[in-house]
């Protein structure tokens, strides 16, 4: 029975055991594999089954002489010739879909190496407007990083979401990949609110301003507004307005009953596993929303679409690129999945493996998509999601990029370290992402943190998908003796990402604080990772030392300071043993880098010490929710902090040699 429990599990791409972050190779639960085979469509409920669903894979298996879907790389496979693009069509006397796309994905920056600033939208403020962040503020901080010669402008996922009941901010469990967050959107700047007292008059009863921000109430504060301009628009919109609103019609075709989806839910105030039959099962008819919240949703996606195409095509001018994030999956009440719920896998969540933070694996609460429905579906649903992103973004991070290849599933009832991994089709995957960005001329950048398979690392350089680089992963990788490999040329570059404290709390050990707080460690992990990380510090300080000396040393032909000068400017004994030293130092490694793009957490820059995000909490930590220190209009007139982006413009400035 095991033997035939394996075979079975290979056979539905299911790996039967996987190494993990200690090197030790750990088989699959045998409950969890006949769980995920079940979810796959296997036809087991109980081991007893293995024997005839075995059977009855390999005769499909066997009939199946040719792929539901083939690439063709550079337009070649079998002897024959296709144009990039999707092609329906015969090969051995079945169909089949074919993707014919460049072995290599465009990238918009090759030689040049540019800079840029990570900025969560959410957390900016002003005096404008002090309560969210919102699109007119980011275009505000990209014009003020334009002055400095930054050229891209990275942000989380702007996806729409559920911000009442349902209720759920988090930008990486979005209600939609398809749609767009209108919690953005500056009413200020709609068409329509100019000749709207009404509307003039709701934007003064705003929220108060509270310590962290405060979802719910300026959602609704925009919302009133938004209703109103909406029902303004549909009952007397000038004949241009008109016809620019279908034109977005006949553009986002799903988009309609999108706008129904959202109305049943805040009418039934739950989200859709909880509805009625029938309406679960996809049916909703014109009696079970209202019509005016429908047109709320119709009318707000469009307005979060054209300040979105405002803000894209204002960065172009610029020579500035966004750089937008897909997210790996979704909010399980989302309306994708709730419309094509063929294409995910129920009863089972994507997840990671134990390792030493979280012994028991991670649950990410999100229901995989199915690898072999995808394929059947032609991809429609994931091409329509990477368009979505790639009308705006000229860059695009695709999270936990290891998913192209696998994801760790783990079955409903089950601990996280049950779980098991399932093979995707990585090649087709990438020929759509490939296909894409040449069809868009953006760039596509892989988050391949973690433990990933070397197998995953060389299939992002093969298909020219760029790579991360993030200095407090790598230093940490050996925390004892820590060290920086070279910062490679075809990469992203950063100190830290969205899920990593910022450095100053990373160098003063303040994570290390909090997770003991959480139960993450106990006291005798924390001691040990407190002594390492005093070890790191005073690795690290010297190792900048040298670092700084050395690269201008390297390049005195192209730069006219001294290492001399430089050692003493940016690494005095006194200086780089504090944070704001090691700061600048550390950003100056990796502007002097061959890295493409080198990406400075805003928060950085003036020594933030709490985390955007805290992994594997919800209530316990105001993630997604906190606000930069300062205003977006004190921020411009600090001073450290236009000297620190200046030196980081003048770094990416000068030439390297390749």
Known sequence: MKRELLELAKLYGIETSYVDMANQRRPADPEALLLVLGALGA????F??????????REELRKRVVEPVMVAWDG??????????????EIKGQDTFVISAPKRAYFPIDQDRAWGLFVPIYALHSKRNPWAGDLTDFESV???????????????????????????PGPYSPASRLFWNEFYVDMERIPEFEASTEAARLMENHPRKTKFVDYCAVMRYKRRVLEELARVFFEAAEPARLQAFGNFLRENKRVEDYARFRAVTDRLRTGWTAWPARLRDGDIRPDDYDEATKNYHLYSQWIVQEQLQSLATKAERRAQMLYLDLPLGLHSEGYDIWRDRGLFVRGVAGGAPPDPVFTKGQNWGFPPMHPEAMRLNRYQYLIAVIRNHLRYARLLRIDHVMGLHRLYWIPDGLTGDKGVYVDYPAEELYAILSLESHRHRAGIVGENLGTVPPAVNAALARHNIRQMYVVQYEIMGNPTNPKLRPVPAKCVASLNTHDMPPL??????LDIDDRLDLGFLDAKIARQERKQRAVLRKTISKFEIRTVAAVYDRRRSVSVTSPAVIDRRYSTKSEIRNPEGLFRAVTQFLSDSKANIVLVNLEDLWGEIFPQNVPATNQERPNWRRRIRPSIERMRKMAAVAKVL???FAQRSRSVPL
């Not at 036809?43 to 109980?46: D, F």
């Not at 007893?48 to 894979?57: F, N, P, T």
């Open 43 to 46: 036809g087991v409920e109980k």
């Open 48 to 57: 007893e089954d293995v024997s005839q669903a075995l059977a009855q894979r």
């Open 76 to 89: 070649k496979l079998d002897g024959r010739r296709f144009e990039f693009g999707y092609h329906e069509t």
């Open 142 to 168: 990209m014009d003020w990083m334009s002055g400095f010669g930054g050229r891209v402008a990275a942000t989380l996922p702007l996806l729409a979401a559920f911000l009442d009941e349902p209720f759920e």
């Open 504 to 509: 100053r709390a990373f160098l003063e050990g």
């Open 646 to 648: 200046s030196n980081v």
